[in-house]
């Protein structure tokens, strides 16, 4: 068999800062690397260059797979790693190596790790579509996929990313929301881009838009799509921010049997439930089991980083220190130790809102 030539592929605009990581941490594994500069005015294409990447150079026409394709056109690789300035290669070297010797006739997923701030950084999980035989090209404005039949395989490949930091956040605020509206605009029943566009909404706390979207989505995803347990969660999350207490209840009890398996989900439940008693302080003695009881499922499910979105912690120190402060809240002081002594690290403090003081306000009418 001749041997395959293996690519990677990036687009990239004003990434001087950072794309030397990138192509640094993929530069011994692969054949060759491709950098389609779409209109920097930085140095960007020096610092490529400098790397060891060619540069070519594309007029930005606000089509992220017009761009991609362009980029896969240029490299002409039998494989192509599709990667992005923000991300690098953590590990994995070996695998894409071994694509020198592999026919291109799957589609390879990747385990991407997003670094994401929501007051203290976090890593979420999800795998996905990045190594592409060569003839496979992109659909999609924003949040593009690759088009294709083939079978796909997960590969021993582990990719980092932390493009959603505040000052990202701020410099990129805008910009897939009106590529979303405009795709939308074309395919209005394509639930992966009401997911989307409920997540860009939801990362500027924008909730109630947020809500809205994440229902469409729901309304339309099938049970199967392997992104609808971070869709539920997010769900229940932007409900939970409206205080649309009754409704998110009756989503999380619909969602129950299916999302059995995710830490997230129940994250996700013991959040809202505390937050409804903290609204309601009369109803804290019936909900404040069912709080314990979420968070403890999450113990028991423990971490899956499999499952697409998962957040590291959720089924392991977030759960076990949420517990030890509704523990000390409650007065049980050795529960409270129990949970703290749990060898889970690092222990930080959880995500989202002030769940002490919520926790304060939900039991004050308790006991």
Known sequence: MARQRVSLVVIARNEAPRIARLLRSVASWVDSMLVLDTGSADDTAAVARTCGARVEHFDWCDDFAAARNVALDAAAADWHLVLDADEWLIDGGPALRALACTPPRFVGRVHL??????????????????????????????????????????????????????????????????????????????????YQLGKDHGVYEEHHAASDCFARALQLARVDEPWRF??????????????????????????????????????????????????????????????????????EIGERPELHGAVSGRGSHLAA???????????????????????????????????????????????
């Open 113 to 194: 790790e997003d670094r994401f701030y929501d007051g203290q950084w976090r890593i979420a999980h999800s795998h996905i579509s990045r190594v592409l035989p060569g003839r496979v090209r992109y659909r999609g404005r924003v949040h593009e996929q690759p088009n294709h039949g083939l079978p796909q395989r997960r590969l021993p490949v582990r990719v980092g990313h932390d493009g959603y930091g505040p000052g990202e956040l701020a410099r990129k605020r805008g910009r897939n929301r009106a590529l979303l509206h405009a795709e939308l605009a074309a395919r209005s029943d394509d639930p992966y881009l009401w």
């Open 321 to 367: 220190h949420n517990l030890a402060v509704l523990y000390d809240t409650l007065g049980q002081s050795q529960r409270a130790a129990d949970m703290r002594r749990l060898r889970f690290a690092p222990s930080v403090p959880p995500c989202h809102h002030d769940v002490e003081g919520a926790r304060r306000s939900a039991v004050a009418h308790v006991g």
């Open 230 to 299: 971070d869709l539920v969660a997010r769900c229940l999350y932007s409900m939970k921010c409206c205080a649309r207490h009754e409704a998110a209840t009756a989503l999380a009890e619909a969602e129950l049997e299916r999302c059995a398996e995710s830490p997230d989900f129940f994250f996700a439940v013991g959040d809202l439930l505390l937050d409804r008693a903290a609204q309601d302080p009369r109803q804290g003695e019936a909900l404040l089991p069912l709080i314990e009881a979420a968070w403890t499922r999450c113990l």
